[in-house]
C-alpha cells in the first residue's frame, strides 16, 4: 500500500507505518494515528506562529499532533515531532470540540503548529471545516513536505499559511532533512499564493549550513519573481537545538546580513526573528518609510497604522 499525502510517497507492507510514525498500513486499510489526539494545546499570540500581517496583536488557539515527515537536526520541537502520536501522552480533543475550546478562549484564528500538521492531515482539515462554518479562521506553520491534490483541497480551508523555507540548496534540504526535496517545497508556496491564500515565509539561518549569502540572495529573487515582492519573510535566528547542539547561535550580524540582502533584492516586508528588540521586528511603511507596527517580543503596538493604512500616506500595507 502506497501514501500519497506527502513527496516521500511511503510504500508500507502489513503494519509498517510510514516516515512520519503517523501513518500505518493494517491488513490492507491505510490509517491515521493521528486524529483527536493532539500533543500540544496553547493559546499563542499570533505573531508566535510567526504571523506579522495577519490581525496584529490577537490570539490563535494551536495545536500539534505528535510526528514529523521531515527529521531536521535542528528542530526545535523534536520532543514532539520525532515522536509517535500513539506513545506520547496527548488530549481527546475531537474537532467539535477543539472549535468550542478556541471559542471560549476568543482566539478568532485555530494555527496547526509546533509539528508538522501534514502528518495529522485528516483532522486539521475536519477541524478548518468546522472551524470556517463558525466564523474562525484557520491558519498553519508547515515545512510544506506535502503533494499538490491533498494541499490544494486544504487550502480552500485555510485563510493564512508560513512555510518554513529550511533553505535554498537541494543538499542542505537532503542532509538536514533525512533525504528531504526542496523542490516540493517550492511547489508548496506557488500553490499557496496561487490559491489566494495569506503567506508569510520563515527561514532560520544556521551558522555554517544555510547562511552562504549568495544562497539567500538568490532566496530572496525567486520569492520575488515567484511569489512577488509584498510575501513577508521572517529570517530567524537559529539556537542550539536537537543534533545540532554542537554550533553557536546564529550571530546577529549574519541576520542582519540576511536583511539588507532581501531589502536590495526588492522584497518589502523582511523581519529578524529570535532576537527580541531588534529592530526589524518592526513593520515599516514600504512606501514612506515611516513605523507602522511596532514590536517588542509578542508585544504589538499599531504605532502607524489603520485598518491596514499607513497613518502617513495612506498607503496599503
Known amino acids: 500500500m502506497q501514501c500519497v499525502l506527502c513527496p516521500r510517497k511511503c510504500v508500507l507492507d502489513a503494519g509498517q507505518r510510514g516516515f512520519c ?3 500505518i498500513n493494517k ?22 506562529k510567526p504571523f506579522f500581517h495577519v490581525l496584529p496583536g490577537e490570539s490563535a488557539f494551536s495545536l ?9 537536526l535542528f528542530c526545535q520541537n523534536w520532543q514532539i515531532s520525532q515522536s509517535k502520536p500513539d506513545e506520547v501522552t496527548a488530549y481527546d480533543l475531537p474537532p467539535e470540540k477543539v472549535v468550542d475550546e478556541a471559542i471560549k478562549s476568543r482566539s478568532p484564528f485555530i494555527v496547526y503548529t509546533y509539528t508538522e500538521p501534514t502528518v495529522f492531515y485528516e483532522y486539521m482539515l475536519d477541524i478548518a471545516k468546522l472551524a470556517r462554518a463558525k466564523g474562525l479562521k484557520n491558519g498553519m506553520h508547515s515545512c510544506g513536505y506535502i503533494n499538490q491534490e491533498p494541499l490544494k483541497e486544504l487550502l480552500k480551508y485555510m485563510d493564512a499559511v508560513n512555510i518554513d523555507l529550511k533553505g535554498f540548496n537541494p543538499d542542505f534540504y537532503r542532509r538536514m532533512g533525512a533525504m528531504a526535496e526542496l523542490e516540493p517545497v517550492l511547489e508548496t508556496l506557488k500553490a499557496v499564493r496561487n490559491e ?16 552562504d549569502p549568495e544562497e539567500i540572495r538568490a532566496m530572496c529573487r525567486w520569492i520575488k519573481g515567484n511569489l512577488g515582492d509584498s510575501v513577508p519573510i521572517h529570517f530567524s535566528r537559529f539556537m542550539p ?16 546580513e540576511a536583511y539588507s540582502i532581501a531589502k536590495e533584492e526588492g522584497l518589502k516586508y523582511v523581519y529578524i526573528g529570535n532576537v527580541p528588540g531588534n529592530e526589524h521586528e518592526n513593520t515599516y511603511c514600504p512606501n514612506c518609510g515611516k513605523l507602522a507596527i511596532k514590536r517588542l517580543g509578542y508585544q504589538v503596538w499599531m504605532a ?14
Not at 500539534?64 to 531536521?72: F, I, S, Y
Not at 489566494?196 to 547562511?211: F, Y
Not at 537545538?241 to 542582519?256: A, D, G, I, R
Request: aromatic share 8%; proline share 8%; hydrophobic share 30%.
Open 304 to 317: 502607524g497604522t489603520k485598518d491596514g493604512k499607513c497613518n502617513y500616506c495612506g498607503y496599503s500595507v
Open 21 to 23: 510514525t503517523v501513518r
Open 241 to 256: 537545538s536537537f543534533k545540532l547542539q554542537n554550533l553557536p547561535p546564529t550571530p546577529v550580524e549574519k541576520l542582519e
Open 64 to 72: 500539534a499532533v505528535a510526528g514529523c515527515n521531515m527529521r531536521c
Open 196 to 211: 489566494g491564500v495569506w503567506l508569510e515565509i520563515t527561514n532560520l539561518i544556521i551558522p555554517g549550513q544555510n547562511d
Open 27 to 48: 491488513d490492507g486499510t491505510l490509517y491515521t494515528l493521528g486524529y483527536g489526539n493532539p500533543v500540544a494545546v496553547h493559546v499563542d499570540p499570533i505573531e508566535k
